[in-house]
T-cell receptor, first 113, second 114 residues
Framework: GAGVSQSPRYKVAKRGQDVALRCDPI?????LFWYQQALGQGPEFLTYFQNEAQLDKSGLPSDRFFAERPEGSVSTLKIQRTQQEDSAVYLCASSLTGQGRQFFGPGTRLTVL | GNSVTQMEGPVTLSEEAFLTINCTYT??????LFWYVQYPGEGLQLLLKATKADDKGSNKGFEATYRKETTSFHLEKGSVQVSDSAVYFCALSISRGNTGKLIFGQGTTLQVKP
């Protein structure tokens, strides 16, 4: 594919459910970022991978949030026991290197009821 | 800490009007500065960037100059079009010894009327 893809595009979860959000970065991109964008706000950094190594997870809001990139390509962001405050758009971005231009996916809009 | 502050929107202009969206930042280290744009129904796209003081980024008629003395990176365009209607985000990244993560402002919505 030409760009970063994310799935699902929309997810509705009942409070307490676990969800998994997928990101397919641009082929060959070493770096992968996850951001959370609340309604009417700018994106906020969650976590960063360089290949399969998670080098920065300082933005993860709680231990209910977990991200992985086991083979250095596709990444999954998992949220356990979802809460209403988790409702947001989750953005994935990839770049050739950590300091390179980041290309963003369309995002997954999560709504927790 | 590192942060970005943008002027609040929405900004509503008539076609061909002059645009300024203010952005100021606080940063430790040597930030690179960016403007991203989010068109309706689309993902975030890089509009322009500047990596050091006094650099000017430009693209599609938009410009922004990295002003270290005023810690600002204001976005300007001389004549806006309806197609420029979007949400604009100012952002920074600390270049040295950092992951390259972006810190965004809250976004400014621009509406251009014909």
């Amino acid at each position: 594919g030409a760009g970063v893809s994310q799935s699902p595009r929309y997810k509705v979860a009942k409070r307490g459910q676990d969800v998994a959000l997928r990101c397919d970065p641009i082929s060959g991109h070493v770096s992968l970022f996850w951001y959370q964008q609340a309604l009417g706000q700018g994106p906020e950094f969650l976590t960063y991978f360089q290949n399969e190594a998670q080098l920065d997870k300082s933005g993860l809001p709680s231990d209910r949030f977990f991200a992985e990139r086991p083979e250095g390509s596709v990444s999954t962001l998992k949220i356990q026991r979802t809460q209403q405050e988790d409702s947001a758009v989750y953005l994935c971005a990839s770049s050739l290197t950590g300091q390179g231009r980041q290309f963003f996916g369309p995002g997954t809009r999560l709504t927790v009821l | 800490g590192n942060s970005v502050t943008q002027m609040e929107g929405p900004v509503t202009l008539s076609e061909e009007a002059f645009l300024t969206i203010n952005c100021t930042y606080t940063a430790t280290g040597y930030p690179s500065l960016f403007w991203y744009v989010q068109y309706p129904g689309e993902g975030l796209q890089l509009l322009l960037k500047a990596t050091k003081a006094d650099d000017k980024g430009s693209n599609k008629g938009f410009e922004a100059t990295y002003r270290k003395e005023t810690t600002s990176f204001h976005l300007e365009k001389g004549s806006v079009q309806v197609s420029d209607s979007a949400v604009y985000f100012c952002a920074l990244s600390i270049s040295r010894g950092n992951t390259g993560k972006l810190i965004f402002g809250q976004g400014t919505t621009l509406q251009v009327k014909p």
